[in-house]
Nanobody, 127 residues
Framework: QVQLVESGGGLLQPGGSLRCSCVASGRTFGNYAVGWFRQAPGKERDLVAAISRSGEKLYYADSVKGRVTIARDNAKSTVFLQMNNLKPEDTAVYYC????????????????????WGQGTQVTVSS
């Protein structure tokens, strides 16, 4: 079992920046690929960014490319999501998810590839 706890959400103005953190406990965090998803009211939960076990492979959704950076610190069992130039359409609950991966370079793009999920952190972008 892996437990994931997100933090760092909040209310921000358009153009602002935010860093969300996801701290894992339980099994060896370095054995898991991680993704950040978001879900706005009435919409599906979509992948925002993903990172491989080693951090060597990254994925960003087109909607956030150039504004978001995902990074991980396996020694601290933590994954970060840095978001810049926030827009109102970034408003959502942001979830961290982890999926076991045999290869260090694997990243997962589908929700069903992730076995563990956090409770989410609310990010609201509004003037």
């Amino acid at each position: 079992q892996v437990q994931l706890v997100e933090s760092g959400g909040g209310l921000l103005q358009p153009g602002g920046s935010l860093r969300c953190s996801c701290v894992a406990s339980g099994r060896t965090f370095g054995n898991y690929a991680v993704g950040w998803f978001r879900q706005a009211p009435g919409k599906e939960r979509d992948l925002v960014a993903a990172i491989s076990r080693s951090g060597e492979k990254l994925y960003y959704a087109d909607s956030v490319k150039g504004r978001v950076t995902i990074a991980r610190d396996n020694a601290k069992s933590t994954v970060f999501l840095q978001m810049n130039n926030l827009k109102p359409e970034d408003t959502a609950v942001y979830y961290c998810a982890a999926g076991g991966a045999y290869n260090t370079g694997t990243i997962y793009l589908r929700r069903d590839e992730y076995s563990y999920w956090g409770q989410g952190t609310q990010v609201t972008v509004s003037s």
